[in-house]
Each structure stands twice: as structure tokens, then as C-alpha cells.
Antibody, heavy 120, light 110 residues
Framework: EVQLVESGGGLVQPGGSLRLSCAASGFKFSSYEMSWVRQAPGRGLEWVSYISTRGTTIYYADSVKGRFTISRDNAKNSVYLQMNSLRAEDTAVYYC?????????????WGQGTLVTVSS | QSVLTQPRSVSGSPGQSITISCTGTSSDVGRYNYVSWYQQHPDKAPKLMIYGVDNRPSGVPNRFSGSKSGNTASLTISGLQAEDEADYYCCSYVGSPHWVFGGGTKLTVL
């Protein structure tokens, strides 16, 4: 069974940092590109960051560029999101999502998400 | 403000058909055949329903179909069922890679 399990969310003050983790199981993790997508409370989805299978190609949304860092450890079947200089507008549920192997640039499986709240 | 425009809400009775539109530009929906649709029930993770404009993943009922014309993509659900009530999001690949989403449409089954 395919599983993506996020962890590391919580309450943090503005300007603080958090590191999110996403543990994958049930599939060959090293063969899949991965992304993080977030959803602010009551709002829509926003793509945040992408990492290639070997971690050599990385992209960020403009809203997080320079503050967030994505990485992966294929030996541990995990992808991470280091979030620094957090702002109130970063408050959201953060999902890790698996990029499809259809070649169609979609996200074919999502984790249940972890909530990040940035507030003083 | 989302990059792709969707109606805030649509509704239909059981058995009927509904269509949700997703309007972008020539830089996203109009440029790439990489439009996907996601279903999200309250407090649940999104689920892929359509990829590559008009393809269904294994396990998604054939009541769900997708299409695209110019800068507008559409999701059609035929034979509405109560369990179809959810939020639906469109998404377009925009190169680099980057992705943009619509603001979401709340489907109510009357």
C-alpha cells in the first residue's frame, strides 16, 4: 500500500523555523519526483516546491524562494522541507505529493498533511 | 488570488451531470496538455481524478471525464452521486517545473 506520512508541523513564531518530513512506503521512492503543496485554512492549493529523483533539480514557488529548502534521502525514503523566516501567510496544511510516472505532470498520491501555524 | 479561475460552487441532483470550468491563459492551460483535477473531501488529502487533460487513473469511475478547449479545461461528472460532493481543484503544469492551481469549486449534490 502506498503511504506518504508527513510530520514536523506545529506552532511557530514569525521569523522562526520548522523542518517538515515526509516518509514514503509501499513504492520505489527513488524512482519518483516529489513535491510539497500547501493549503491555507479555508483556501485553495498552492504548489510550493519540487525535487527530482536524485535531488539534483529543485524548484520553488516565488512565495517561498530563499526561505524554504527541499531535500530528500532516498536511503531513508524521505523528503524534507526546511522552512526558515516563517511568516503568518505560511500558515497552512503542508502536503507531500508524489509526481506521476504517466509523464503527465500530475500528483498521483498525497499524504494526509501536517499543519503549520505561524503566530505570536 | 489563484492563477486558474474556477466557479466557487456548482450543484446538481443525483443522476444529473455537472461541468466545472477552469480558465487559464496561453501560458498555462492553453500551452500544456498537463491539466489535472483533484477531489478533496473535508479534512482529507486531495485525490487525483484526471491527469493529462482527459485521462482517468485506475480506480476512478468513468463518470468523471476531462476536456480542454483553448485556455479553458473542464471536468464533467455524469450520473452524480452523493459521494461526489466535495471540493474540486484544477491544476496546470507551467514548465520549469512549476504548477498552478485553481481556487477550487465546491460541488453540492442536492
Amino acid at each position: 500500500e502506498v503511504q506518504l506520512v508527513e510530520s514536523g508541523g506545529g506552532l511557530v513564531q514569525p521569523g522562526g523555523s520548522l523542518r517538515l518530513s515526509c516518509a514514503a512506503s509501499g513504492f520505489k521512492f527513488s524512482s519518483y519526483e516529489m513535491s510539497w503543496v500547501r493549503q491555507a485554512p479555508g483556501r485553495g492549493l498552492e504548489w510550493v516546491s519540487y525535487i527530482s529523483t536524485r535531488g539534483t533539480t529543485i524548484y520553488y514557488a516565488d512565495s517561498v524562494k530563499g526561505r524554504f529548502t527541499i531535500s530528500r534521502d532516498n536511503a531513508k525514503n524521505s523528503v524534507y522541507l526546511q522552512m526558515n523566516s516563517l511568516r503568518a501567510e505560511d500558515t497552512a496544511v503542508y502536503y507531500c505529493a508524489r509526481d506521476d510516472l504517466y509523464g503527465a505532470e500530475s500528483f498521483d498520491f498525497w499524504g494526509q498533511g501536517t499543519l503549520v501555524t505561524v503566530s505570536s | 488570488q489563484s492563477v486558474l479561475t474556477q466557479p466557487r460552487s456548482v450543484s446538481g441532483s443525483p443522476g444529473q451531470s455537472i461541468t466545472i470550468s477552469c480558465t487559464g491563459t496561453s501560458s498555462d492551460v492553453g500551452r500544456y496538455n498537463y491539466v489535472s483535477w483533484y477531489q478533496q473531501h473535508p479534512d482529507k488529502a486531495p485525490k487525483l481524478m484526471i491527469y493529462g487533460v482527459d485521462n482517468r487513473p485506475s480506480g476512478v469511475p468513468n463518470r468523471f471525464s476531462g476536456s480542454k478547449s483553448g485556455n479553458t479545461a473542464s471536468l464533467t461528472i455524469s450520473g452524480l452521486q452523493a459521494e461526489d460532493e466535495a471540493d474540486y481543484y484544477c491544476c496546470s503544469y507551467v514548465g520549469s517545473p512549476h504548477w498552478v492551481f485553481g481556487g477550487g469549486t465546491k460541488l453540492t449534490v442536492l
